[in-house]
């Protein structure tokens, strides 16, 4: 059971290394310092935008409309926290 955790927290923990990356991404997108015409960074973004949307989709449709601000990212981010302290705290469960 030691090992369901570890996997887990590792998918916990590759989601939000995702999230960074597609944030960060965004902004430099958003700037212009990356390009969506260069062929590996488009890629990258569509993988990214393929990986997340599934995820952003029902937390977008619970929040309300606020423009251009995306909240959606942040409401993960509280979550993945939210689910790691929870296995952290009944660690005992998977480990006894």
């Known amino acids: ?3 369901l955790y570890e996997a887990l927290q590792l998918i916990l923990q590759v989601l939000w290394f995702l999230m960074i990356v597609h944030i960060i991404m965004s902004w430099l997108i958003n700037f212009q310092v ?3 015409r260069q062929p590996l960074i488009a890629q ?3 993988g990214l935008n393929r990986l997340l949307e599934p995820i952003y989709r029902p937390i977008r449709n619970i929040l309300p409309n606020t423009g251009g601000l995306d909240l959606a990212p942040l409401v993960l981010f509280i979550l993945i926290i939210i689910l790691q302290r929870a296995l ?5 469960f998977f480990y006894g």
């Open 1 to 3: 059971m030691g090992t």
């Open 34 to 36: 990356l390009n969506l």
């Open 44 to 46: 990258l973004w569509d």
């Open 88 to 92: 952290a705290n009944n660690a005992g």
